[in-house]
């Protein structure tokens, strides 16, 4: 599945990469009602896809103890 717009937005936010005028879009994007629950499903994925990789850390982590 093609990342959305938003995702991309958020990633390039994350990884610091966010051009001034990608920002603004970010933004509008983000106080825009119609477009909020992309931003928040984009947020939620980025956040899920987190707590699963330090679940993988944390197994790890304990097998090595």
Known sequence: MTPS????????LI???LSGE???ELLEGI???NEQQKYSDALE???DRLLKENEGNS???Q???
């Open 31 to 33: 106080n825009n009602e």
């Open 22 to 24: 990608e920002l603004g």
């Open 59 to 61: 197994g790890q982590s």
């Open 45 to 47: 994925i980025y956040f």
């Open 63 to 65: 097998e090595k103890a």
């Open 5 to 12: 717009r938003a995702e991309k937005l958020i990633g390039k």
């Open 15 to 17: 990884a610091n990469k």
